[in-house]
């Protein structure tokens, strides 16, 4: 049963948001804990030795897996950076009855709406397990273990500059993956990922237990008020 009332943000988990941007701003950004020394200069300015400048064609991949027969959940990209299951987010069935020719999402894969990233609609699917999206879509998959270091890139007012420009090189304001491929990242080596992923994961398990924390008391929260609504639970002999 979904909530009576929204969910509430918790301002424990906004700051733990904020401790893992920060950790994504210090090792892939800033550098500053990196000797200056151990710094070299790229076209993308100053990075860490052993790091490379690539474009996003070299680290990820075009998926096009149709769902065919398979029963998938289908996920809509939305302007906040997140893929969302679609029967939950709107209220109203957006995507068609048939899905057989939609294009098969893996857990942690990417999706944009080429029409729509230029305004933020492109996600991960951390759902935790298999969907699909609209064959309209663009679905991506980076390296292995290079999924959450994606996640934040895409985020970056950088790659959504990069965004900006190349789609409104084309009519309709689309960015094909032809184009996302030509966007160039500062692509640290895979220790350095293991490194970020051991912390930002102690974060993220976090978060998650305080966002079943709070739903479970919006849950009760909700039973409660409805019990009083219906007058199932008495409480005309309460003195205040």
């Known amino acids: 049963m ?14 733990l948001q904020q401790q893992a941007q920060a950790l994504y701003h210090l090792m892939f950004v800033s550098f500053d804990s990196v000797p200056i020394n151990q710094l070299n200069y790229s076209e993308l300015g100053p990075i860490p030795t052993g790091w490379m ?12 897996e149709k769902v065919k027969d398979n029963d998938y959940k289908v996920l809509s990209a939305i302007n906040t950076g997140q893929l969302k299951l679609s029967e939950e987010y709107f209220t109203k069935q957006v995507f068609s009855k048939s899905i057989k020719n939609y294009i098969v999402v893996e857990p942690f894969d990417f999706a944009y709406n080429p029409a729509r990233i230029n305004i933020g609609s492109i996600g991960i699917n951390n759902i935790g397990f298999t969907c699909c999206v609209s ?13 959450f270091f994606f996640d934040f890139f895409i985020k970056s007012r950088r790659f959504s500059e990069e965004v900006k420009t190349r789609a409104s090189g084309s009519v309709r304001q689309s960015l094909s993956y032809d184009e996302f491929g030509k966007i160039k990242v500062a692509y640290p080596p895979i220790e350095v990922i293991r490194q970020f992923n051991k912390k930002y994961e102690v974060l993220l398990m976090t978060m998650k237990l ?6 479970q008391l919006v849950s009760t929260r909700d039973t409660l008020l409805l019990k009083l609504m219906s007058g199932k639970i008495d409480v005309s002999n309460i003195q205040l």
């Open 210 to 215: 305080l966002k079943r924390e709070n739903e």
């Open 2 to 15: 979904k909530s009576i009332h929204h969910i509430p943000r918790n301002p424990k988990n906004d700051n």
């Open 53 to 64: 400048v690539k474009p996003l064609s070299k680290v990820t991949t075009s998926i096009r």
């Open 135 to 147: 064959p309209v879509y663009v679905v991506i998959r980076t390296e292995p273990e290079y999924h």
